[in-house]
C-alpha cells in the first residue's frame, strides 16, 4: 500500500493519463488490492479495482458455504453487505464526472449467481468499480489516497470479515435461499409446476419499483383449502422453531390451470410473482416462498420482433401467397406470429412450463370463437389457436401452461385446474367452470387437426453475427435492462419479462459473443445452450470475460437461463440458421 501512496503522491496534479501507472497489485499479509483497469478520464467508464482478504482474516464459517447453493447465496449476500459499507463509508463526490464513485454490483430482490464477490478456499475477493479523482484533466492525488488506500479497505473489511457482519441476517439468509431451492427441487415429485406461501405478499410498490408494497395495503397470499400442499423445508422458519421446518402453501399442478377473475383482482400480480420465482428471493421481498420450476417460460405477443426460421407451423398455415411457416423468418412478425415463434423458440431450448398472460397475448392467437369460426371458414384463417394445442402441449409433450384469461370462457374444458383470484384472494372454481362448461356449450368446432410437432432444431450458422462494428473492434454495451448493443446490431429484449438484472443481460451479450466460438461443429441451439450451461457450472461466470484470464474483472455478470440466452440470439438481426 505505501507504493501505491508514493505513486499517487508523485502523480498528484499531473494529467489524468498519469494514472496508468497505478495498474498493478498492492498490499499485505491482510488484503490485496488489484488495480486491473485504469479510466482514461474521469467521464470515461471507471477503473475497475478488485479486494481480496485471506480466509483467516475473513474468517468466514465454512457452514455458511459448504454447498453450491449456499455458497451462491452467501456471495449474493456479502455483495450486499459491500454496497452497504460502500453508503456508509464512501464520501462520494470528488471533483470531476465519476470522480470518488465506488460501486459494487450488488443484486436486487433476487439471488443470483454473480461475479461480484468470488469465494476460493483460499480467499474471498470483492469487485469494484472506481471513479479516480480528477479536477478535469488534471489528478487529485491525496483524494486518490484516501479512496483507495482508506475508503477501499474499510469497505471490503466491514462487507466481507464475519466479525463485521450481521450473524443472523447471514445465517438467515443463506437459510432462506437454500430453502427455497429445496422446494424447487420437490416440486416435479409432487406433480407440481409452483408454489405459493401461504402468507407471501405477491404485490409490488409499483409499475416501476420491484419493492414489496406496503403491507397494510397488501391482502396477503392464501391458498384455496382445496389446493393446499405442504412441503418440507431444510431449515425452520424465523420463530417457528424445529417444528416449523414446513410449509404450507398453493401447488399449482402439472397440466392447464387457468387463472381468472375480474379486471384488477390480481391475476396478473399472481402471474408475474410466478414468473420470477424462478429465481430465489431475498428474505423480506415478500415472494421469498414464491417457487416455480426452473423451466417455466413466460411467452408474449410481440409484433415486430424479428424471426427467424422457426417451424410456428403447429399454430400457423397457408399464409397469404402459400408462405411456407416450417421455418418462417419475418423482420417484423405481427402479433399472433411473434407469439407462436417464442413458444416454440421456448420449447426449442427445453422449456417445461409455460407462463401466459391475455393482457400480453394477441387475441387471435389464443381464441377463435364460434362465431367468428361461422364467419371467417378455417381455409381462411391460417392460425390454429393455443386453445386448441394447449392440452396437447400437456398431453403429448409434457409441457404444463398457466395462463392468466379473464376474457374467454372456451379454456374451460382445456383447463386441469381454474383458480379466480376475487380481490386479490385465489379461489378454487375448476368444478364450477367444468359444469358451465357443460351446462353453455362452447360451440366452437376444435381446429387442432394434424398433431403437434415439437422437433424443431436449428443449428445457428457460423459467422452469421459478430460483435465487430466495422474495423473498431468489439463493441458489447448494454445500456438498458433489456436492449444490447451487439457491434453494428441492436437487440430488443424489450419482451423478455422474466429477465431481472442488468447483469444478466451483459452475460447474455457476452455469451453472444463466446457462442460464435462453439458454432460451426454442427451442434443445434438446445446443444449449444447445453455446453454453455456446462462452461458456466464448470468455470463460472468468468468463461464470459473478454479480458481473457480467470480471475479477472468484469465483476458485474450475473447468471442468465438459458431461455433468455436463446431469446437473446432468436431477436439477432443476422442469425442464419443452416
Ligand atoms: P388483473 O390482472 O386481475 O387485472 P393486477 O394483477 O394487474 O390485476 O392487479 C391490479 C392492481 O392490484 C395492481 O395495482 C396490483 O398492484 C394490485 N394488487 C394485486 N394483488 C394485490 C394484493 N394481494 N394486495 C393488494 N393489492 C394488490
Ligand atoms: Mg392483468
Redesign the pocket.
Given at each position: 500500500m505505501e507504493g501505491l501512496r508514493r505513486i499517487l503522491g508523485r502523480i498528484d496534479g499531473k494529467g489524468y493519463k498519469a494514472y496508468k501507472d497505478i495498474a498493478g497489485v498492492y498490499g499485505d499479509e491482510r488484503l490485496t488490492l488489484y488495480v486491473d483497469h485504469v479510466q482514461g478520464d474521469p467521464f470515461a467508464a471507471p477503473s475497475k479495482v478488485r479486494c481480496r482478504i485471506p480466509r483467516q482474516r475473513a474468517a468466514l464459517p465454512a457452514s455458511l458455504f459448504d454447498n453450491p447453493v449456499r455458497k451462491l447465496a452467501l456471495q449474493d449476500f456479502l455483495a450486499r453487505q459491500v454496497r452497504h459499507a460502500i453508503r456508509k463509508v464512501v464520501k462520494g463526490a470528488r471533483g470531476t464526472g465519476k470522480s470518488g464513485l465506488i460501486d459494487v454490483d450488488a443484486g436486487g430482490q433476487e439471488v443470483l449467481e454473480r461475479t461480484a464477490v468470488v469465494l476460493r478456499p483460499e480467499w474471498v475477493e470483492v469487485r469494484l468499480e472506481v471513479g479516480l479523482p480528477g479536477s478535469g484533466r488534471s489528478i487529485l492525488g491525496l483524494q486518490a489516497i484516501e479512496m483507495l488506500c482508506c475508503e477501499l479497505p474499510e469497505v471490503a473489511a466491514q462487507g466481507l470479515i464475519w466479525r463485521n457482519l450481521p450473524h443472523d441476517a447471514a445465517r438467515h439468509f443463506v437459510d432462506c435461499v437454500e430453502n427455497q431451492e429445496y422446494i424447487r427441487g420437490q416440486l416435479r415429485q409432487q406433480g407440481l409446476v409452483a408454489f405459493v406461501a401461504d402468507g407471501a405478499?405477491?404485490?409490488?410498490k409499483s409499475g416501476v419499483s420491484d419493492l414489496p408494497?406496503e403491507a397494510d395495503?397488501?391482502?396477503?397470499?392464501r391458498s384455496p383449502e382445496s389446493m393446499r400442499v405442504t412441503l418440507e423445508l431444510l431449515h425452520p422458519l424465523p420463530g417457528a422453531g424445529v417444528a416449523g421446518r414446513r410449509i404450507s402453501g398453493m401447488g399449482v399442478p402439472a397440466g392447464v390451470t387457468l387463472i381468472v377473475?375480474?379486471?384488477?383482482?390480481?391475476?396478473?400480480?399472481?402471474l408475474?410473482a410466478l414468473e420470477r420465482a424462478v429465481y430465489p428471493h431475498i428474505p423480506g421481498d415478500g415472494r421469498e416462498y414464491v417457487v416455480t420450476c426452473r423451466d417455466a417460460v413466460k411467452v408474449c405477443a410481440e409484433d415486430g420482433r424479428r424471426v427467424t426460421g422457426v417451424d410456428i407451423s403447429p399454430f400457423i398455415n397457408n399464409l397469404p401467397f402459400s408462405r411456407g411457416t416450417r421455418a418462417f423468418s419475418s423482420d417484423r412478425a405481427s402479433g399472433s406470429t411473434s407469439q407462436a415463434a417464442s413458444l416454440m423458440e421456448a420449447l426449442e431450448v427445453g422449456a417445461s412450463a409455460l407462463l401466459m398472460?391475455e393482457?400480453a397475448s394477441a387475441t387471435n392467437f389464443m381464441v377463435r370463437d364460434a362465431r367468428m369460426q361461422a364467419l371467417v371458414h378455417k381455409s381462411c384463417e391460417p392460425i390454429t389457436p393455443f386453445v386448441d394445442r394447449v392440452r396437447e402441449l400437456y398431453a403429448a409433450h409434457g409441457v404444463s401452461t398457466v395462463l392468466?384469461m379473464?376474457g374467454c370462457g372456451d379454456y374451460f374444458e382445456t383447463a386441469d385446474t381454474v383458480v379466480m383470484?376475487r380481490e386479490?384472494v385465489p379461489v378454487d372454481v375448476t368444478r364450477r367452470a367444468r359444469e358451465i362448461a357443460a351446462e353453455i356449450p362452447t360451440q366452437r368446432v376444435n381446429e387442432g387437426g394434424a398433431p403437434l410437432h415439437v422437433s424443431m432444431k436449428r443449428i445457428p450458422e457460423a459467422g452469421s453475427y459478430s460483435a465487430a462494428r466495422g474495423r473498431r473492434g468489439v463493441r458489447i454495451d448494454v445500456p438498458m435492462l433489456r436492449h444490447i448493443r451487439f457491434g453494428a446490431t441492436e437487440i430488443d429484449l424489450g419482451a423478455m419479462d422474466q429477465l431481472v438484472d442488468i447483469s444478466q443481460t451483459r452475460a447474455i451479450a457476452h455469451a453472444l459473443h463466446l457462442l460464435r466460438r462453439f458454432m460451426g461443429e454442427g451442434q443445434d441451439l438446445r446443444q449449444l445452450m447445453t455446453r454453455l450451461e456446462a462452461c458456466f457450472d464448470e468455470q463460472g461466470l468468468s468463461c464470459l470475460s473478454l479480458y481473457g484470464e480467470v480471475e479477472q474483472h468484469p465483476g458485474n455478470f450475473a447468471r442468465p437461463r438459458k431461455y433468455e440466452i436463446a431469446a437473446a440470439l432468436n431477436r439477432h438481426l443476422t442469425i442464419r440458421f443452416q
Open positions: 405478499l405477491l404485490p409490488r408494497l395495503s397488501a391482502v396477503l397470499f377473475g375480474g379486471g384488477y383482482h390480481g391475476k396478473s400480480t399472481l408475474q398472460d393482457d392468466v379473464g383470484m386479490y
